[in-house]
């Protein structure tokens, strides 16, 4: 199958700078694929599992949550706000992130700020261990 | 002579211990510098990307609907001018501000000022320029979900019609040696089109698509693309105030050294001059005899 050249980058660095035959992705309006020879394109990212398909048939699964997907000239560049392959994904921490923000979220008399900044949080800590499988 | 001798005496004390500031400053700033290299490493590639992907579509854009892509109406101009928390930085700190003099000085309308560090502050304080926020006085501890809160602010601020551009004011690390002032336009996206290129005029733009809409999309993605060159633009120049500094310091520490060694001989002539008298005076005591 064709590849396309693909690059994921986060404020932590340029995390895949190589070709890839096609990438899933969870955007705002829900999941998408892109394959080789995709029109120019643009799309802000939701949250969610992201998976992206290497050359050789290998599937990496990445937690990915924010930021902006674009197809430009035939190059796709994720720009994520976190983007976490399986492996890295610290499990114990979102199991404790999710139980912190449950927590706080079952406390109640938030403000919309704070009420805001926990769901956020627990929404968070649910992708990552979804995505982790464990 | 021996009134002379103390006063060249004391100066050198007064040298030395300025000597051993200057060089504990150094000490500290490239200990600091290791860890603000790597996070402007790391954080360069992104920085880049996302730049470079928003001056793509900004020259590919046709749609105009959402207010962060269309050319502004409102005048004046909101610089993020990103400074140092303290002095004693060679240039630095001077540097940034006469950037930003020069990019001001031929924008038309108000200009406001996003303060990032102190020495920002205060020299928005003495200009009397206004100031959008004072909340992020230090530079030093500010983390990305501090610039998430900055790009917010600016995009509601901006949405308001307070101006109608955005620029950024920073310092970009080029290496240890040097470190360049620059200015740039963030907001709105029709200002990074690259439209002096007649090449690109002539071009026929790929149209691009948005997924729902140009306006969802570009709500979406703004604030993240400003928090991300924000954060970006402040590990550079968190960077470069460090390495500016252990330049000062080292070349100040080196000056003190300078000094000490002319003061040294100066004292040691005068103390030779004052023996050679002691022993005239001897001489010529004892020829009296």
């Not at chain 1, 980058?9 to 998408?32: H, M, Q, S, V, W």
Request: with cysteine.
């Amino acid at each position: 199958m064709k590849t396309f050249p693909l690059k994921i980058g986060t404020p932590d660095g340029l995390l895949f700078d190589g070709e890839a035959e096609r990438i899933i992705c969870r955007a705002i309006t829900g999941d998408l694929a892109i394959l080789a020879g995709h029109v120019n394109f643009c799309t802000a990212l939701g949250m969610g599992k992201a998976e992206v398909v290497l050359p050789d048939g290998q599937r990496r699964t990445a937690a990915c949550i924010g930021g902006m997907l674009s197809v430009m000239d035939g190059t796709c560049r994720v720009l994520a706000t976190t983007w976490e392959w399986q492996d890295d994904i610290d499990i114990d921490r979102a199991r404790e992130a999710k139980s912190r923000a449950e927590e706080i979220l079952a406390k109640g008399g938030l403000t919309d700020q704070e009420y805001a900044a926990a769901e956020a949080k627990l929404r968070r800590s649910l992708v990552r261990i979804g995505v982790s499988g464990r | 002579m021996a009134s002379d001798m103390k006063a060249v005496k004391l100066r050198i004390k007064s040298v030395q211990s300025t000597m051993q500031i200057t060089k504990a400053m150094e000490l500290v700033a490239s200990s600091k510098l290791r860890r603000a290299k790597t996070r402007a490493e790391t954080a360069r590639p992104y920085f880049e990307e996302l730049h470079q992907t928003l001056r793509d579509i900004a020259n590919g854009n046709t749609d105009f609907s959402s207010p962060y892509v269309r050319p502004s109406s409102a005048d004046g101009t909101c610089y993020v001018v990103i400074g140092g928390d303290r002095g004693l930085a060679g240039g630095y700190n001077a540097n940034l501000f006469r950037k930003l003099e020069a990019d001001s000085a031929g924008e038309p309308g108000e200009i406001t000022v996003l303060p990032i560090g102190k020495k920002v502050v205060e020299y928005a304080a003495r200009r009397r320029i206004p100031m959008l926020s004072e909340q992020f006085a230090e530079v030093a501890p500010i983390k990305i979900s501090d610039c998430f809160t900055i790009a917010k602010l600016l995009c509601a601020n901006f949405r308001e019609g307070k101006y109608g551009h955005v620029k950024l004011c920073y310092t970009t690390f080029i290496s240890m040696m040097s470190q360049r002032a620059d200015t740039f336009p963030i907001l709105p996206l029709n200002d990074l089109e690259e439209s002096e290129d007649p090449e690109h005029l002539k071009k026929i733009r790929n149209l691009i698509l948005y997924e729902p809409d140009a306006s969802q999309v570009f709500d979406a993605i703004v604030p993240e693309y400003l928090a991300g060159l924000i954060y970006g633009a402040v590990c550079e120049s968190v960077a470069s105030e460090l390495a500016a500094r252990r330049m000062a310091m080292d070349s100040a520490t080196k000056n003190a050294q300078e000094m000490i060694d002319k003061l040294q001989l100066n004292y040691n002539r005068a103390r030779q001059a004052s023996i050679t008298q002691e022993i005239t005076e001897i001489v010529a005591g004892a020829e009296g005899v």
